[in-house]
């Protein structure tokens, strides 16, 4: 079974210049999660959609920050425009959606800004 | 509000040797969910353990353990005979029902392994 697919993997891009980050959920999983993960920290909620809905966008940065799930499966996390303090690296997760439900990560993008 | 606390920013030790990875978390809910997960270099979070509030029964799974405590609020993890290639980084999560299941991460621990 595949898991979560995140592209690209790496992206530089100058300050103030837009840029998408792409997500691919395992499949049936019907809960996706961004999070934003800076260096030599843990992972932090950005967003969490249950199908198509997001549920909990509180800690998503609106006026630069946007994010879609189409039709309940794929995601884009949008940037626009980028500033310096978005280098970090972006992950997303999906799970079930049951209780207590474990969380499966892919392998993140490693955005730099210059 | 909910917190988990790894108080070891690094450690390293020599193969073979066994290594705890402290975990402290906060909450006031009663029903939580509490795990452990491991990212190498490659970047991915890889899943390793799930407990619920309900369950203080420690588990061993392979050259992994992992030690709950509900009266230090604590989720200790230990890895026996430990190898190279158990280098990585590991966090320590906590997930509330009453908090929409989201994840609070620790701040990780970061092993390094040596030969």
């Known amino acids: 079974e595949a898991g979560v697919v995140q592209s690209p993997r790496y992206k530089i891009i100058e300050k103030k210049q837009p840029v998408a980050f792409w997500c691919n959920p395992i499949?049936?999983?019907?809960?996706l999660y961004w999070y934003l993960q800076n260096l030599g920290q843990g992972p932090e909620l950005l967003i969490r959609y249950e199908n198509e809905e997001a549920v909990d966008d509180s800690q998503l940065p609106k006026d630069r920050f946007s994010a879609e799930r189409l039709k309940g499966v794929d995601s884009t996390l949008k940037i626009q425009p980028a500033e310096l303090g978005d280098s970090a690296v972006y992950l997303c997760?999906?799970?079930?959606?049951?209780?207590?439900?474990?969380?499966?990560f892919g392998a993140g993008t490693r955005l730099s800004v210059l | 509000a909910q917190k988990v606390t790894q108080a070891q920013t690094e450690i390293s030790v020599v193969e073979k040797e066994d290594v705890t990875l402290d975990c402290v978390y906060e909450?006031?809910?009663?029903?939580?969910?509490l795990f452990w997960y491991k990212q190498p270099p490659s970047g991915e979070l890889v899943f390793l353990i799930r407990?619920?509030?309900?369950?203080?029964q420690n588990e061993i799974s392979g050259r992994y353990s992992w030690n709950f405590q509900k009266s230090t609020s604590s989720f200790n993890f230990t890895i026996t005979a430990s190898q190279v290639v158990d280098s990585a980084v590991y966090f320590c999560?906590?997930?509330?029902?009453?908090?929409?299941?989201?994840?609070?991460f620790g701040p990780g621990t970061r092993l390094s392994v040596l030969p």
């Open positions: 999560a906590l997930s509330v029902r009453n908090y929409g299941q989201n994840f609070v």
């Open positions: 997760a999906s799970s079930d959606g049951q209780g207590g439900d474990i969380q499966y």
């Open positions: 909450t006031r809910d009663t029903t939580y969910y």
């Open positions: 407990r619920n509030s309900f369950d203080e």
């Open positions: 499949s049936g999983h019907n809960t």
